[in-house]
């Protein structure tokens, strides 16, 4: 710590979602004091678990998966210990209705070739597919197309791809892992993703998946700052703040405090409705308000039965887009433990409806399956019934075991506003860390990170916010982020 502070610098953290937990972590192990404010009562924000109130089972409140690219999101987990808590794998199963699958996996090829292989035998496709999707990865591995206000549907057009080729392969990877639909998604969003997880190398596109239910997963991550001197507050919403000459005033329902520094780690609606009434705040106020959300939907079902051997799967052509076997990924100790209940606020589950009976087969040779639709428009409006209902029959298409076994109990869980829509243009509208007020930084990720809304995303911008304070407080050398993985074979021919 600099000659400057004659004792640690308070740091006021506000929220305790993904980006302000790394930044109150990197910042309490640089000696720094930090105070973690959280308005729910539990860590992990928008990657949460809690016991669900209708079906007595704890369940996250989506699956969530990380990429080998995700560097930060391993050294957060890494510098949190619990990094063997991930279970990596390194091919992807992709269904057609009836069952059919096609194996993605990669070879010994040097990269971006390594996939070929797999790409050359899927089932799943046809020739003209294959040589389409090759030649619009031939034109992004050398670097990221600028953002032009094309959208990437238009961009796939004008390279020569099939529908299938779109339906089957560009849109299936991409409104996962942007939640946005094709039309409505900017070229270097969809650029940045191709690259980082299919053709920089075969490491960069492991899928991990958390074996433990989210919370238990991130509630370390409080335990981490407390033990280095901090403070974690749960149930501590905070309203707003004021910026001072040499610090900030947080203001909270019953009173205010100061601190020598604030990360605003909330989400982008929360933050605009927290600014300050002041011309300052105008230029941040109007960014914000630019950012649109995209929903995602949870289905969570359990069988009386197994209903297929696989650990997850991608499902072609239908509503639902991913199905993972949660008594396969997740120990059933774990989805037991009592948890907290689903609270108010951003993120927070819609109303929950549970189907039949809750007597839970899982721990009688049942499963546990949970369906994901990204970028779920077409769902919001749809009642629970409807929507188990469709999951269901479409289920049925995949797995045909599913058609006999007896659907136990039932939930869907909406997050309406997921994340921010990787829009065209949208890059224009996410901030930099640092803010008008020199002792104010924002983190999230819906910020300028580079990354899409993920959990790397949101690390990366926790990372970058503390690196901002710890240079401010005169740690000039600090650096939290970490490298990207090194591009392997061909690619390292390429800059961009
Ligand atoms: C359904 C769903 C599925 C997803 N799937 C994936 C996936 O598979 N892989 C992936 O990488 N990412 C996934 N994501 C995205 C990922 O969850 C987010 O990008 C990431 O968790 C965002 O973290 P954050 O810290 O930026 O924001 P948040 O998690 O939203 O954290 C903000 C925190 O601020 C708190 N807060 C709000 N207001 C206040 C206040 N006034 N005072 C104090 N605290 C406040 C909130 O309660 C919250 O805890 C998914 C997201 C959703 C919703």
Redesign the pocket.
């Known amino acids: 710590m600099s000659e400057r502070w004659t004792q640690a610098p308070r740091v006021a953290v ?8 790394a930044a109150g972590c990197a910042l309490a192990d640089s000696g720094f004091h930090v105070t973690l ?4 009562p539990f ?6 678990s809690y016991e669900h109130p209708g079906t007595g089972e704890v369940v996250d ?6 990429l080998g690219c ?1 560097t930060n ?1 391993v050294k957060f987990y890494r510098r949190i210990g619990v990094e063997e808590k991930i279970r990596w794998y390194d091919r992807l199963t992709f269904l057609e209705p009836g069952g059919r699958a096609s194996v993605i996996e990669p070879s010994s090829l040097p990269a971006p070739l390594h996939t070929a292989p797999a790409f050359l035998r899927a089932a799943c496709l046809n020739w003209p597919d294959k040589l389409a999707i090759a030649g619009a990865m031939a034109a992004l591995a050398p670097m990221t197309p600028p953002d032009r206000g094309e959208s990437f549907l238009t961009w796939l057009r004008r390279h020569g791809q099939t529908e299938r080729a779109i339906g089957r392969f560009w849109k299936t990877v991409l409104v996962s892992a942007l ?1 946005e639909d094709l039309d409505r998604v900017s070229v270097p969003s969809a650029a940045q993703v191709m690259r980082e997880s299919f053709l920089k190398s075969a490491a960069a596109g492991r899928m991990g998946v958390p074996t433990v239910p989210l919370t238990e997963l991130y509630s370390v991550a409080g335990d981490y700052i407390s033990m280095r001197g901090g403070e974690v507050r749960l149930r ?4 707003g703040f004021r910026a001072e000459f040499a610090g900030v005033r947080l203001l909270f329902p019953g009173g205010e405090d100061s601190f020598d520094f604030a990360v605003l ?3 982008f609606e ?1 933050l605009s409705r ?1 600014l300050p009434q002041t011309s300052a705040a105008e230029p941040l106020r109007q960014t914000l308000d630019q950012l649109e959300t995209s929903p ?1 939907t ?1 289905i969570h079902l359990w069988f009386d039965r197994q209903i297929t051997d696989l650990d997850h799967a991608v499902l072609l052509d239908r509503t639902i887009q991913w199905m993972f076997h949660k008594s396969k990924l997740v120990a059933p100790a774990s989805r037991r433990q009592p948890a907290l209940s689903a609270v108010e ?3 927070r589950p819609a109303p929950a409806e549970q189907c039949a009976t809750p007597d839970n087969g899982d721990q009688q040779g049942g499963s546990y399956v949970e369906l ?1 639709v ?1 970028s779920s428009k077409t769902l919001v409006e749809k009642s629970r019934a409807e929507i188990i209902d469709l999951a269901l029959s479409e289920l049925r298409e995949f797995f045909p075991e599913a058609r006999t076994a007896n659907l136990v109990k039932s939930t869907v ?1 909406k ?1 309406v506003h ?2 921010y829509s990787p829009r065209p243009g949208v890059d224009l509208h996410r901030p930099q860390p640092e803010t008008v007020w020199p002792r104010v930084f924002l ?4 910020t300028a990170t580079g990354w899409p ?6 690390v990366r ?2 990372y970058k916010a503390a690196e901002c304070i710890a240079q401010v407080a005169g740690q000039r050398d600090a650096t939290f982020l970490a490298p990207d993985l090194p591009p392997r074979g061909f690619m390292r021919l390429f800059r961009g």
């Open positions: 506000v929220g305790g979602g993904l980006a302000g937990l404010f959280e308005r729910r860590l992990g924000g928008r990657a949460s409140n989506c699956q969530h998966v990380l995700c999101l939640n501590a919403g905070v309203d780690a909330v989400p929360v927290m995602i949870g606020g951003r993120g994901v990204s869980i997050e997921a994340t983190a999230g990720d819906w809304a993920t959990m790397e995303g949101a911008s926790g």
